[in-house]
C-alpha cells in the first residue's frame, strides 16, 4: 500500500519554503535564497539542491522521521561564485520506499562559525517491491510574458498539484522561458491589469550564463513553486524555452535583433549549464551536459526521458524522402540507448517522457516544422528517428508503453493505431498532453496521419492565442498505477483542481 504523506507532515516540512527568499546579502551570515528541492530520485537516494547569499558550505542532514531525531549529517558540498552560489548534492545509501525529511544550513566560508538559517524538504525513496504509485506532469513555466502575479495567487497550479501529495513530478519542458521577457504590467482583454513581480534579468532575452541561470530563480521567487519543490521531487527535462523559440544547434540569428549573441549553439551550451545547475537533476559523468536518461521507479515503472532538441537537424520542410543527417531528431546514439533500455527494462509500466508531441504538427515558420510531424502521408523526414522506435517496440515485444508529453499549451490525449496510419509497423499506444502549468494558452493543432493518431478528447481555447493563466485554461496530468492489478489511470486535469478527461489502461501481461 502507497504510504501517504499526510497533511501535518505537508505542512511542517513545506512551511519555511513560502516565506519569501531574501535576494541581498545578510550582515552576519547566510541566507538560502530560493528554498530548496529534490530530483531525480532512485531506490537508495536522490539529488539535493539549494542556493546560498554568498560562498558557502552546503551541509545536509537526512533522517526518516518528521522530527529529525534520527537525522545523520552526509558529506558538505561548497557553493560558490563559479555556479552562483547553487549547490547539488547526491544523496545515497538510503532505505527504499521511505520518506525522507533533509534540513539544509549553509556556513559562511570566510567564516564557517556563521550558518544559515535550516531549510526543510522531503522526498520518498523509489520502492523496490509493489506499491501503488502516483505521480504528476506538465510544462511550460513562466511562458509568453505571463509571470508572477501575487495579487492572483502566483503560479497556482504548482498549488493545486501539490495538494495531490504526488511522488514525483516529471516537468516536460520549458521549465524556463529564456526568451520570454517580463513587463511589469500587462493590459488584459477584461480591463483588468496584470502585474508581473519583474527582476533585472527577466526584462531582456538571456544570452549570459548569468541570465539563464536567473531565469529559474525567476521562477522560484514564486511561494508556490517553492512549497511544491520543498515537497515533490522533479524529474526535469528541457524543450527549446530553456534556449530560445524552436531553436535547433546550427542555427544562426542573423535577423534577431533582439540577440547580439547570434550562435543558437553558444547559447543552447549556455543554457544547458544553467539547466544542469539550477535544477535537481543527476550529472552524467560519462557524458558531461546530457539530458536524455532512465528513471527506475520500482517493478512498475521505468521512464525514458528523451531529447528531441539537442541532436536534430535543422528545421525545415521536414519531407526528406531518404535518412540522412539532415532528418535527425533524436540522433543515433539516443536513439539506440532508448531501444536498448526500453527492451532491458523489466518494469511493468515504460513511460517515454517526450519533449514534444509525436503526431501533432508544431511549425516554425510558414515553411518549416519544429517536431517530427510534417502533415499527412507516408514517413519522411525526422518521423524516420520516430518510425524506428516504433517498430522496435513492436518487434522486441517491449509491451505498455506509454507517452508523457507537453509544449503545445493545451491538454489531450491522443490514440494511435496502424488502423490508421500510413505507417502501419506498430503497435497501438497512448500519448498524453498536458500543460501549460504557468504560461499563455493556445490550441488546438492539426494532427499528421503518418502514426494514425485519434483525438480522444482535447481541452484548448478553441483558436484563440496566447489567454492568460487567469483564463483557467492552465493544465496538468495525474497518472496512478494501482499495484494489485496494475491497471495505469490517466487524468488531464485543470487549475481548478478539474478532472477534465480520464481512463483506466490495463496492462499486456507476458
Do not use: C
Not at 208 to 217: D, G, K, P, S, V
Not at 316 to 331: F, I, K, M, V
Not at 442 to 453: H, N, V
Not at 467 to 472: E, H, T, V, Y
Request: proline content about 5%.
Amino acid at each position: 500500500m502507497r504510504i501517504a504523506f499526510t497533511r501535518r507532515q505537508m505542512l511542517a516540512t513545506t512551511a519555511a519554503a513560502f516565506a519569501a527568499p531574501a535576494l541581498s546579502r545578510a550582515a552576519s551570515r547566510p541566507v538560502i535564497t530560493h528554498g530548496v528541492q529534490s530530483g531525480d530520485i532512485a531506490h537508495d537516494g536522490a539529488v539535493i539542491w539549494a542556493r546560498a547569499d554568498r560562498d558557502a558550505r552546503m551541509m545536509v542532514e537526512v533522517a526518516t522521521t518528521e522530527s529529525l531525531r534520527d537525522a545523520r549529517a552526509v558529506a558538505p558540498v561548497a557553493a560558490t561564485e563559479a555556479s552562483d552560489y547553487a549547490a547539488k548534492l547526491t544523496l545515497q545509501g538510503l532505505p527504499s520506499d521511505q520518506d525522507i525529511f533533509y534540513r539544509v544550513r549553509f556556513a559562511d566560508l570566510a567564516d564557517v562559525n556563521a550558518l544559515s538559517e535550516p531549510m526543510v524538504g522531503r522526498f520518498r525513496t523509489a520502492p523496490s517491491g509493489l506499491r501503488d504509485v502516483s505521480f504528476v506532469w506538465s510544462g511550460d513555466t513562466a511562458g509568453q510574458g505571463w509571470g508572477i502575479d501575487e495579487a492572483r495567487g502566483g503560479m497556482t497550479t504548482y498549488a493545486t498539484m501539490l495538494r495531490h501529495a504526488p511522488d514525483f513530478f516529471i516537468h516536460s519542458g520549458d521549465t524556463i522561458y529564456a526568451d520570454g521577457v517580463i513587463k511589469p504590467e500587462v493590459e488584459l482583454a477584461d480591463g483588468t491589469t496584470w502585474r508581473n513581480v519583474t527582476t533585472e534579468e527577466k526584462s531582456k532575452v538571456a544570452e549570459t550564463l548569468h541570465e539563464f541561470r536567473h531565469n529559474y530563480l525567476y521562477n522560484m521567487l514564486d511561494a508556490n513553486v517553492r512549497a511544491f519543490n520543498a515537497t515533490v521531487p522533479m524529474l526535469a527535462q528541457w524543450d527549446d524555452h530553456e534556449t530560445l523559440n524552436n531553436w535547433y544547434p546550427d542555427e544562426v540569428l542573423i535577423s534577431d535583433e533582439r540577440y547580439k549573441v547570434k550562435s543558437a549553439a553558444l547559447l543552447s551550451a549556455r543554457s544547458n549549464q544553467a539547466f544542469r545547475e539550477m535544477l535537481p537533476i543527476r550529472d552524467n559523468a560519462a557524458e558531461p551536459g546530457r539530458i536524455y536518461r532512465k528513471v527506475a521507479y520500482g517493478p512498475l515503472l521505468d521512464i525514458f526521458f528523451i531529447d528531441m532538441r539537442t541532436y536534430r537537424g535543422d528545421n525545415s520542410a521536414n519531407r526528406q524522402t531518404e535518412r540522412t543527417a539532415a532528418t535527425d531528431y533524436l540522433g543515433r546514439a539516443q536513439l539506440d540507448w532508448l531501444k536498448r533500455e526500453l527492451a532491458n527494462s523489466r518494469a511493468l509500466w515504460k513511460v517515454i517522457a517526450s519533449d514534444m508531441p509525436i503526431g501533432l504538427i508544431v511549425r516554425d515558420g510558414k515553411e518549416a516544422f519544429e517536431n517530427g510531424a510534417n502533415g499527412d502521408g507516408p514517413v519522411l523526414g525526422r518521423e524516420f528517428d520516430m518510425a524506428e522506435v516504433l517498430s522496435f517496440i513492436k518487434r522486441a515485444n517491449v509491451a505498455n508503453t506509454v507517452w508523457l508529453t507537453a509544449d503545445v499549451h493545451y491538454t489531450a490525449a491522443h490514440h494511435y493505431s496502424p488502423d490508421r496510419a500510413q505507417f502501419q509497423d506498430f503497435e497501438p499506444f497512448w500519448e498524453f498532453v498536458s500543460g501549460p502549468l504557468h504560461a499563455g494558452s493556445f490550441g488546438p493543432g492539426d494532427m499528421d496521419d503518418t502514426f494514425g493518431p485519434e483525438v480522444v478528447f482535447s481541452k484548448d481555447p478553441k483558436g484563440e492565442v496566447n489567454l492568460p493563466p487567469s483564463a483557467g485554461l492552465q493544465f496538468f496530468g495525474k497518472v496512478d498505477i494501482e499495484a494489485s492489478s496494475g491497471v495505469m489511470t490517466v487524468s488531464l486535469m485543470d487549475v481548478a483542481d478539474t478532472v477534465l478527461w480520464s481512463t483506466d489502461i490495463a496492462p499486456v501481461r507476458a
